[in-house]
């Protein structure tokens, strides 16, 4: 009985296959010329970029061929020098293009459907078909319009390298591979996206890298099934643990550097055609707060500079809240002096301090935004408008008080110490609820905003690694030599463990000649 | 799900989990409880009072061994046969609703004394119960990683408040030495012992440990990094600074002292509120075991598969129950009862269930 229905069920799922399949197409080259043109000159009468020239070949030109291509995706000069003039040079015959034995003939592949044939025009390469032959010949001459590798805008670093990654993968793949000549870095190509076809490559070092995530994420990575995959944004929400949370769960860089790092840790990274932006993974939260310029500096600076970005993420999040709960619930605990020095600032405002607040945090917020959009020339003006004229003139029209301006503007620097402008931009949106919740509750408020906060990021996991670790759990070795602190390289024996590595050594002992 | 560790929590885990699970309310009121009975020898009495503790615990544990991928509700069952088992459970459960409805409610009356004066009392509540209970339907691990995480917080500014306080010591308080005998001694040793509230933890979470065999070495470890790290300091240093004397009128000595530092120059005036926050955690860390405990209990008790959806029945229970205590002196009532409850379930029911184990020769499933 159950053998039944499951033979029903396959002969379900075969039927199915033979319908995309028919939709699908394969469709053989017959070597009949006029048969085989036919599917190419509907396909060029719809995309006007696409030309097909038709060619008459051999000594006495009796051969029919065509030569299709699109128009800007090809190089022309060597299109013509190293395609067109072989073909139509006299000596051209089937037999040699059956051998391959023309001395200056280019290297070409063939393909022997009409459908791999299509795919390789919008590719980008040339496609030749001639008469008489089963196959369709294959040029490679593509060339992109690409931007050149410049440096990353959105890490940028002082002391560091000053490349970026570009939208070609070729290119960025070589990015990589030229900081790691390990032959055990392992590249597995995949196509992603039913009608884009965008190349992806995943990057791991095998040794290190967890068999157990690489499965994991081919296994998430096989499951979309999406008609196009334009950025590493479109597939971040395919394959992340969890989509209801307002933190970034897969670290996103543009840097090389930091992908070679992170890969020798035993992270797995996801390269996109056409994006510039990587995806790296396993992420826990510390990896956001590390830079590649961390190990350029000397490491009791990147350790006070990792602690003063510590003392800036709680600022980034908590002080509108805390200050507004402290103002108006608690005035006795804050010393005399400054009480009496924020009350006489706020005297004679309209407003009550949360809608203040609530106020400037909107302003800063569409600031920013708007900041963003404009070319940087603008920008600048629009920095000046927004920080000196509003600010100064809302003080004097006295909408607010000074004293709140300084803890805007303090916040709103905090959070820019933040290395990572995706983790930045979620945490800015935290700083609501915060304030809600110190207004209503006052320091009680915060310490359950306080408490929600941690019951939310310890909930988190990004690819089955708790996201919060090495704060909890607590991996004091990872925490005092690689997060809060940075220990020096010679130190550092271990990979961090967040990531099970599989080979945790990372070095051995370092001995100094005295 | 790739390493679905969720339900599991290490051994680490564990005993800070047994650190925030004694570590609750009681501790702002215990230095004044203990010296009110023991006097200038409440030293002594902590530390005896922490090797009942001990005793307790190892007791305890010794039965949750026999059986460790069962919690209560299931071996009791199984050792006093089904009636007696059933009773005991429901015994069980009204002491873990009663303790966490004292703990919420404790903690709403004591934020309108310290913070919120003009904010009804069932706001309060109501939000904290919300925030634990969506802490709560992540279950046990979360709950373990959510204590990991302030386990610092908790002890290093704690620890440097205590420091500071350290220099206005003056060891004449604690003399003279063994001035009325033993009684005082061991009245301040049971006072301690009552404040241990939470070392029953290990009877409901023992198979969610990853070292079952550990199970004592781990609360014992967590109970004694929570006695002298904490309390024992608080308590020696607040009689230490105020005297024995002068500390019983104090309702909460910890926060008097903390209110009496200051810092020259720092932009907050009144350390309670570190107090206060450290308190916090520790109260509402026990709230959300007591109440896990609470829902794992009845799951298991009725043989539910889903312990989320019991949570958000707990809830408004617990709520309900907080709503009938307006004031701290009828809060205190229900403390003793809690108090009187604890001792039976950690010593009494314990002993009872190892003899009539042993009567009945029920093997547990070490014993092989």
Redesign the interface.
Known sequence: MLKKLLNIIKSFKNKKNTDIDKIEGITPFTGIYSKDIEQFHVFTEHSKDCILQELLLGKRKNIKAALIYIDEMVDKKTLGEQVLRPLISKNFSLKNILMASIADFPEFESVSTIEDALGCILDGSAVVIVQGLQHALVFDVLQLKDRQVSEPQMEMVIKGAREGFVENISVNLSLVRRRLKDPNLNVKILELGRRSKTKAAIMYIRGIASN??L??LMDRLNKIDVDIILDTGYIEEYITDNVYTIFPLLLTTERPDKIAACLAEGSIAIILDGSPIAILLPATINQFYQTPADYNQIWLVSTLIRIIRLISLPLAIFLPGFYVALVS??P?????D?LLSIMASREGLPFPIFVEAFLMIVIIEILQEAGIRLPSVLGKTIGIVGALIIGQAAVAAGITSNIMIIIIAVTTIASFATPNYTLEISLRFLRFGILFLGTT?????I??SL??L??HI??LKS????Y?SP????RIKDLLSDTVLRIPRTFLLKRPQTDFPKDKTRQKPLRRRD | ????DNDKI?Y??YIVLMFFAIFEVGFMTLPRTVSEKAGPDSWLALILGFSMVVIALFILTRLSLKFPDKTFVEFSRLIAGNIIGSLLCIFFFLYLYCWSVSLSAYIGNI?RVF??DK?PLG??TF??LV?ST??IR?GIE?IA??C?????LTIIPFALLYLLAGKHVNFGYFKPFFAEGLTPIIDGAIETFKHARGIETPFMIIPFLKTPEKVFKGAALGDALYFFLMIYPATIITIGVFGTNEITHFSYPAIVLAKELEFPGF????FE?LM??IW?VGG?TSVVISQYMLSLGITRFFKLKNTRSMVLFIFPLTYLGTLTFRNIVQLEILFNIVNNAFIIIVLIIPIFLLITARIRNIKGDTDG
């Open positions: 157990n995530i499965e994991e619930f608690h006795g605990m804050l010393p005399r400054l509750l006052g320091l009680f408020g310490f359950i408490s929600m941690i019951t310890v909930t690819f089955g690694v708790n919060f704060f909890s759990p607590i | 799900m790739l390493i679905s290490s680490h885990q934020t913070l919120l904010t706001i309060i939000t904290l925030s969506y802490l992540y979360p990683r959510f990991e995480f302030f386990l610092f932009f907050i005036e009144r509120v206060v926050f916090y509402f």
